[in-house]
Nanobody, 125 residues
Framework: QVHLVESGGGLVQAGGSLTLSCATSGRTFKSYAMGWFRQAPGKEREFVAAVNWSGDNAYYADSVKGRFTISRDNAKNTVYLQMNSLKPEDTAVYYC??????????????????WGQGTQVTVSS
């Protein structure tokens, strides 16, 4: 049983920063890979970032590499997405996801087992 709740979305100007949080519940959180996806209206859900269970390996989509940072605090059962240098094309609903072991592929949303309800991020120009 894993539940995920995103927060921290909102409106920000281009070039600004925003931090998303994903609070989770469940006894097995520490063994799960965690990730972030996003979906804009009329577009497919796309991979943004992922981090392994221990937090020592992170993976990013090319579109956000160098601007976004994913991290996790297993003691708090929380995953974060720090977003810097935001662009209008970053506008989307951002979803937190969890993947039970054994981990497979991160970039395919079908590989993920649990999802939050999403939080809206809007970047104005």
């Amino acid at each position: 049983q894993v539940h995920l709740v995103e927060s921290g979305g909102g409106l920000v100007q281009a070039g600004g920063s925003l931090t998303l949080s994903c609070a989770t519940s469940g006894r097995t959180f520490k063994s799960y890979a965690m990730g972030w996806f996003r979906q804009a209206p009329g577009k497919e859900r796309e991979f943004v970032a992922a981090v392994n269970w221990s937090g020592d390996n992170a993976y990013y989509a090319d579109s956000v590499k160098g601007r976004f940072t994913i991290s996790r605090d297993n003691a708090k059962n929380t995953v974060y997405l720090q977003m810097n240098s935001l662009k209008p094309e970053d506008t989307a609903v951002y979803y937190c996801a969890a993947q039970a072991p054994p981990s497979t592929y991160y970039s395919d949303y079908l590989s993920w087992d649990y999802w939050g309800q999403g939080t809206q991020v809007t970047v104005s120009s």
